[in-house]
C-alpha cells in the first residue's frame, strides 16, 4: 500500500476461537473490513460462512481470500493461480507433461488442482498413503480418467515416479525453518537433469531437495514466488489495483531478489 500510495494497513487478527472467525466475516460485510485471508486451520473452516466460493475455491476445498461482491461474501483461493503463474515465470519453457506432487495437505491440493487445470498428468506420494488417496479421490471429479495417481511412499515407487516426471514439487514442510537439515526424499533416489524441481518452502529459499537439485543440474524454484504472488492476487481482489510485486518482494526479502 506504501508503495502505491494508498491508505490502508493490513495486520493480523488472531483468532482465540472460531467465533472470531465469524465476528471477522460480519466485520467485512459491513464494510469496516475490505478484505481478509485466511491461513491454517481456518481454510476450511471459513467455507460455511461465504455466499458463494469461486470455481477455484471450490476445487480446491479450501479458501485463503475473502473478498466483497456488492453484498455478496465470496471465498477465492490464490494459492492455485499464483502457483500457475510462478511456475510460468520460472520455468516458462516446460512443456506439460507428468508431475509428482511431494504432499497431501492444503498446498499439494492446490498445486495438484492446478496442474490437472493445465493438463498435466499428476501424481501424488504422502507419507501417510491414505492422505494422498483421499486427495485424489477428492479431485477426480474434476479431472478426466488416468490424470491422477498415488504413488506409494517407498524409495522403489518415489524413483519410478521421478523417473516418468518432468516436474517434481515438494509441498511437504521438510527442508523449512527450523528443520533446514531435511530432505522429503531419500538419498538414494536420483534425478534425471531434466527434471524440474520446484519447493514451495521460502525460508531457507534453498532447501537441501534444492542443493540436491542444483548439484545435479535441475532446474529449481522456490516458493517465494508463490508467497509473493498469491498476496499479490489477493490484494488486486480488494483494491482493484495492479500489486507493486517487485515492491513486495523487496519488503521481506531484500532489493537482490528479483
Not at 186 to 198: A, G, I, K, N
Request: hydrophobic share 45%; charged share 15%.
Amino acid at each position: 500500500m506504501e508503495a502505491l500510495g494508498l491508505r490502508g494497513e493490513y495486520k493480523l487478527y488472531p483468532l482465540v476461537t472460531p467465533a472470531g472467525l465469524v465476528d471477522l466475516c460480519v466485520r467485512l460485510r459491513s464494510g469496516r473490513l475490505h478484505g481478509l485471508n485466511v491461513t491454517i486451520p481456518y481454510k476450511q473452516t471459513v467455507i460455511p460462512l461465504v455466499d458463494r466460493l469461486t470455481p477455484t475455491a471450490q476445487m480446491c476445498g479450501a479458501v485463503n481470500t475473502l473478498v466483497m461482491d456488492g453484498d455478496i461474501l465470496v471465498g477465492e483461493n490464490t494459492d492455485l493461480p499464483a502457483f500457475l503463474n510462478d511456475l510460468q515465470v520460472r520455468m516458462g519453457s516446460l512443456t506439460v507433461g507428468t508431475a509428482l506432487v511431494l504432499g497431501a495437505g492444503g498446498a499439494a491440493r492446490a498445486v495438484a488442482a492446478g496442474l490437472l487445470q493445465s493438463g498435466w498428468k499428476v501424481q501424488v506420494a504422502a507419507r501417510r498413503v491414505f492422505q494422498a488417496q483421499e486427495l485424489c479421490a477428492e479431485l477426480q471429479e474434476w479431472t478426466p480418467e488416468g490424470y491422477l495417481s498415488v504413488v506409494d511412499w517407498t524409495p522403489e515407487d518415489l524413483q519410478v515416479g521421478i523417473t516418468q516426471s518432468t516436474l517434481l514439487v515438494n509441498a511437504t514442510p521438510a527442508g523449512m525453518y527450523p528443520l533446514i537439515e531435511s530432505d522429503p526424499l531419500p538419498m538414494d533416489v536420483q534425478f534425471s537433469t531434466e527434471l524440474c524441481v520446484y519447493d514451495l518452502i521460502y525460508n531457507p529459499l534453498e532447501t537441501c531437495l534444492l542443493q540436491r537439485a542444483r548439484a545435479n543440474g535441475n532446474r529449481t524454484a522456490h516458493g517465494l514466488g508463490m508467497l509473493v504472488e498469491q498476496a499479490a492476487l489477493a490484494f488486486e481482489r480488494w483494491t482493484g489495483t495492479v500489486a507493486p510485486r517487485k515492491a513486495m518482494r523487496a519488503a521481506g526479502w531484500g532489493n537482490e531478489i528479483a
